[in-house]
Every structure is written in structure tokens, then in C-alpha cells.
């Protein structure tokens, strides 16, 4: 088979066979069921309510399909992820099991590829690569099996777009997230002297708009570390026309927020009649992000005393639903079941923190207990979450039989 660059679904067949896989490994009948039954549910203490948009997203599904399917089309042959597929450790766990090896971090360089050997597969996750990384792998023959999110491709489309109308990429997200690297990347790759910037929240991009409409850049420099922007970036020159994008997983209101304060500024200094001449944005709000982060909202606005926010601690998009669910109520980002160590202590990671222990999570009585998974977070894993919280709180979950009647019903 000739080598080459593949994002197309796998034949039927394939994929009926890798979707039965993906089910016992991924799948939850309990989270089935509840979703069949109103998502809610209450034994013991626990009155549980569960997000209406929870767990994998379309680009997820997607990517783990691809994964798997990889696996089936090259049995044969050596299979390697240019970093975590998804940000979860149960799914990277069970590629690893599958056989699928890791290229070692780190930038695109010799060292990162010294293991690959003609014949190999490489599997690009669903954040995308960094574009130089995907010229050098094709360039090699190596087998691509790319599986980088639509919406995340709609976002490399417009900072492309900006890059060769000569305006400058002003993004919404976490410089060292894989995917605002690739999108970074895209921009010196549609224009080699094409210019970038990353903004991290609403407080950074509050500071730059003043600096905008005010055309006073002395305190840039302290503001965005030289890793924040493309090279030789200078702030009166590359600032006088902008572009908005973001990375896909960011807190939905804060990009509009960022786009609206950034626009509001360019106007001031410009003026209305010229303000098309110097900032341009389109949507780039991953639909699948902004569902999972308003279920959130819903879920609080209906009334719960705690929250449980289930993702990979490295998940950015899980972090958001955390931050919106902190200062509303008590609210717990942990990984798995593993993390609910018994009523009174939980592992969890803060907001901008390292995981720990924290106490005093399910106090004694009834407790309306709302639950929610990240993007890249298995319904297996939010089964077994489901469950230990029910099983704390002195209920059970429903019995399989009941589940299995309900579930044949459907
Ligand atoms: S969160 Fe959005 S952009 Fe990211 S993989 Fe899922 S659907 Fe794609």
C-alpha cells in the first residue's frame, strides 16, 4: 500500500467492528440509562442530576474511532501518537495497551523522530500537529492517519486567511496547549513573516486593549513573554491589524467578551469608517464546547449543592467547566472513581492548582449531587464516578435487570 496522509472514515465493516470495541471499552450502560430515563436519579443521600450534554464530543468520537480503526487496517505494524490523542488517561492508557507508542515531547526535531522507521504508522490526535511536524512526517512517506477536529481545521482556516491578509492572529488560549501550537504554527505557515499573539483570559486582553487604543505598547513586553508571540513581534507594528480566533476549548463567554473589548478598542484608535481596515473575527466557538459549558450553567441554575467535574487533570476544556462551576457552588474536578476516596475526603485539582486531597466534600443528609464529564471524558469512566456516589451516600445505583429492561425498551 502506497503511503500517504488518510482523515477519511474507516470502510463500514471497520467501523462496525471498532464501534462494538469502543462500546465495551468506553461505553456505560448505567450513564445509558440515566440519559434514557431524565438524568436524574435518586438513592440513599443522593439526589443526582446530570448535565444534558456531558462525555465525548463529535471530534473525540471521532479521533478514538480513527485510533482504533488504525489499529485493525496496520496490525502489523508500529503505530505512533505525536502526543495524547485526547486528554484522558483511561483512553491513553488502553492505546498504549493496544500496542501504540508515543513520540517522545518536545519540538519537532530530530530527537522527537529518532524512533521512527520506514513503514511506520503515525496517528495525529484531534488537536492537530504543528504544521512543520506534519510537512516533515509526510515528507518522510510515513503513513498518516490524521485525525484533527473539523472545528479546530475552521480555526486553522481563519488564521491562514488573516496571516495572508497580513493581519495578525490574536488568540484566545493556553500557549502551550498542542492545539494553539498548531494553530500558531499554521500562521507562519500560510506566511512566513506572519505574526501572532496568544492571550490567555479577559484580564490579559483588557490590558492589551488599552495599550491598542491608547497606542502605548511600553508595558507589552511584561505582559506577553516572547514565547507568547511570533518571532520578532513588535507591538506597534503588529497590532495595527488583528484577527480574532480561539482555541476551541476555551470559555465560550470569555472569547466573545475578548473579541468585543479587542474590537471596542481598535475603534478608538481607528475610528468606526477604518475599523474593517484593522480587526476582523468570525466564530470560531467550538459547538461542542459551548453545549457542554451551558449545560453546566442549567445544571447549577436548577438547583444542585455540589458539583462533580469528571476529566483528565490535563483537560483543558474539563478545567472550563470547573470554572464555571466554582463560586456557584462547591465544585470537584477529579479523574475517576478512584479519586472519591470515601465521604469525607476527595482528590481533586483546584482551579489553577495541583491535584490534592481536599475534605468535607459529601456532607452527612441529602445532597443534590450535579455531574458532569469533560470532552474527552468516557461514559465508562463517568459510570463508575456515578456509582461510588451513590455507593457514598449509603444508595445503590439500579440493578442490572431493571437497566437491561429499560435499556431494551429504547
Ligand atoms: S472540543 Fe470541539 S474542537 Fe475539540 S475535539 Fe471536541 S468537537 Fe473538536
Redesign the pocket.
Known amino acids: 500500500m502506497k503511503p500517504g496522509k488518510t482523515n477519511k472514515p474507516p470502510a463500514p465493516e471497520l467501523r462496525r467492528a471498532v464501534d462494538e470495541l469502543l462500546e465495551y471499552d468506553f461505553g456505560s450502560d448505567l450513564v445509558r440509562y440515566l440519559r434514557a430515563t431524565g438524568y436524574e436519579y435518586v438513592s440513599g443521600d443522593i439526589q443526582l442530576r446530570l448535565a444534558a450534554e456531558f462525555g465525548f464530543?463529535?471530534?473525540?468520537d471521532r479521533?478514538v474511532e480513527y485510533a482504533f480503526a488504525a489499529r485493525y487496517r496496520f496490525p502489523d505494524r508500529r503505530i505512533y501518537l505525536t502526543g495524547e490523542i485526547i486528554h484522558n488517561p483511561r483512553v491513553n492508557r488502553r492505546l498504549a495497551e493496544m500496542g501504540f507508542r508515543f513520540l517522545p515531547a518536545g519540538d519537532a526535531g530530530e530527537a522527537r523522530y529518532r524512533d521512527l522507521a520506514a513503514g511506520d504508522v503515525v496517528v495525529i490526535p484531534?488537536?492537530g500537529a504543528d504544521a512543520r511536524e506534519m510537512a516533515y512526517l509526510l515528507d518522510r512517506g510515513f503513513e498518516i492517519v490524521d485525525t484533527t477536529?473539523?472545528?479546530?481545521l475552521n480555526v486553522w482556516k481563519r488564521v491562514r486567511l488573516y496571516a495572508e491578509r497580513e493581519f495578525t492572529s490574536v488568540i484566545h488560549g493556553k500557549h502551550d496547549h498542542e492545539e494553539t501550537i498548531a494553530t500558531c504554527s499554521q500562521v507562519t505557515a500560510a506566511r512566513p513573516d506572519g505574526a501572532y499573539l496568544v492571550v490567555r483570559d479577559l484580564h490579559e486582553a483588557e490590558a492589551l486593549a488599552e495599550m491598542i487604543a491608547e497606542a502605548d505598547f511600553s508595558a507589552f513586553s511584561d505582559l506577553f513573554p516572547a514565547a507568547r508571540a511570533s518571532r520578532r513581534f513588535e507591538p506597534e507594528r503588529d497590532l495595527e491589524r488583528i484577527g480574532l480566533a480561539n482555541q476551541?476549548?476555551m470559555l465560550e463567554s470569555e472569547s466573545r467578551t475578548i473579541q468585543a473589548v479587542l474590537k471596542s478598542a481598535t475603534a478608538r484608535r481607528y475610528g468606526d469608517e477604518d475599523l474593517n481596515d484593522h480587526f476582523l473575527a468570525f466564530d470560531t466557538i467550538?459547538s461542542?464546547?459551548e453545549d457542554r459549558q451551558k449545560a453546566v450553567d442549567d445544571l447549577i441554575a436548577g438547583g444542585v449543592d455540589r458539583m462533580i467535574v469528571i476529566g483528565g487533570f490535563n483537560s483543558s476544556?474539563t478545567g472550563h467547566l470547573l470554572e464555571i462551576s466554582l463560586g456557584r457552588v462547591s465544585a470537584y474536578h477529579i479523574e475517576s472513581a478512584e479519586c472519591l476516596l470515601d465521604r469525607e475526603r476527595i482528590r481533586a485539582k483546584p482551579e489553577n492548582g495541583e491535584p490534592e486531597i481536599m475534605k468535607g466534600w459529601l456532607p452527612a443528609g441529602p445532597q443534590v449531587v450535579g455531574i458532569t464529564g469533560g470532552?474527552s471524558t468516557p461514559d465508562s469512566v463517568v459510570g463508575r464516578v456515578i456509582s461510588r456516589v451513590l455507593e457514598l451516600g449509603g444508595g445503590t445505583p439500579p440493578s442490572r435487570e431493571t437497566i437491561r429492561a429499560t435499556l431494551e425498551g429504547i
Do not use: K, L, R
Open positions: 464530543c463529535y471530534g473525540v479521533a484531534a488537536f477536529c473539523g472545528s479546530v476551541t476549548t467550538c461542542a464546547t476544556n470532552a
